[in-house]
């Protein structure tokens, strides 16, 4: 059987979904953002965001309006 080739990529970040049950209320699933991916990606707290669902192992994470680029090109 051959061997499923993976995506390339830069840095990897795992993490767990953390659930959170609280009495009377339906369970609720926190992802959090790692420090070094957030400042990569310049994600600031309050930000709106939404799920892309690509299938049952890949989902997307799509910014509403992300904050314009502050790094400056260097030469």
Do not use: C
């Not at 953390?18 to 959090?32: C, D, E, H, L, S």
């Amino acid at each position: 059987m051959p061997k499923r080739q993976e995506k390339a990529s830069a840095a990897s970040y795992p993490l767990r979904i953390q659930a959170i049950r609280t009495k009377g209320q339906n369970v609720r699933f926190f992802v959090y953002i790692p420090m070094p991916l957030a400042a990569a990606l310049g994600v600031e707290g309050g930000e709106e965001v939404s799920w892309e669902l690509l299938d049952r192992k890949e989902l997307h994470l799509v910014r509403t309006a992300p904050p314009p680029v502050k790094a400056k090109k260097t030469e």
